[in-house]
């Protein structure tokens, strides 16, 4: 079952289009990578799920119900935790009174445990009775994060969860947020320009460029989409096919329309340049065979080879492309 579903979903300010006929898919258990330039609808989505917002058009679904208006007091909004822009935090009040104003408010019984409990999981236990309007910006994100998850969330809605946390802090809240997860089962959907931090902890990923969503896939599909591969043409590509299926077993083969062939690894094997900022040289490390492999492999059995190419392609390059362009709607 899908968690948040969206069809065509729309909505405008005047003549200008936030979010235009927009289709997404969270499932139960995802952790959904939300992709895209400032402007380009994220927050705005996100608004609209958290019931803080109208669409104009389309419909939304909500654990399988759907809404074709927003009532933030109907069932399914008891169940989603959202950060959206900035936290909303009392300012002359704690850490701990912050979480407790809300807790009450909720129901919560023994709401003193359950939030020292996310204090705990924010790093923020050792704040006393210090004010809000002290912390820091890091600081305010992490309670901003403690905040959305009272009450126990089924879907955590975070819209750049990791602003203002030093690297370390940044780690420690991805840790806290994969365990949530994988233990308690929350969906998540996260929107953060730091595409590696995603990529360490999502399981599908939407790319939305001005309103519209331009693909959504499994980490499976975007590693294999990024993963390196060698290009070869010969004089007789029929029989080099045939031959690279018998001397590479376990390598993924494919016939391009002008003959030449695509060598690369096994499908679901994450490549060496999944790391940003830079392609890996070494393709072998992804599995994928070398140039080296499919040349042996050619010579030995007598194939004149025309060309031999490797390609390379970086996952953030990947994201650019999809993202395109250089402005997005305010």
Known sequence: MNVLETHALTKAYGSKHALDALDMHVGAGDIYGFV????AGKSTLMKIAAG???????????????????????TEFSRIG???EDPGILPTYSALENL???????????????????LELVGLADTDHTRAKKFSFGMKQRLGIALALVGGPDLLLLDEPFNG???????????????????RGVSMVISSHVLDQLDRMATRFGVIRSGRMV???????????????VRVKTA???RSLALLEE???????????????LVSGASGVRPAQASFGGAATDASASGAPTTEDVSRALAEAGQMILELTLIERDIEEYFVELMGGTDERA
């Open 36 to 39: 895209g330039k400032n402007g």
């Open 52 to 74: 803080l917002i109208d669409p104009t058009a389309g419909e939304i679904a909500l654990f399988g119900t759907t809404r074709a208006a927003m009532n933030p007091f109907d």
């Open 82 to 84: 959202a950060l959206i």
């Open 100 to 118: 407790m104003c809300k807790a009450i408010a909720l129901g919560i019984p023994h709401p003193q445990d359950q939030c020292r409990d996310l």
């Open 165 to 183: 946390l030093d690297p370390e802090a940044t780690r420690e809240m991805r840790s806290a947020l994969m365990r949530l997860n994988r233990e």
């Open 215 to 229: 693909r959504e896939f499994s980490v499976d599909e975007l590693h294999a989409a990024c993963m390196s591969s």
């Open 236 to 238: 007789d590509p029929s």
């Open 247 to 261: 001397r590479l077993p376990g390598a993924t083969l494919r016939m391009e329309p002008d003959g030449s062939i």
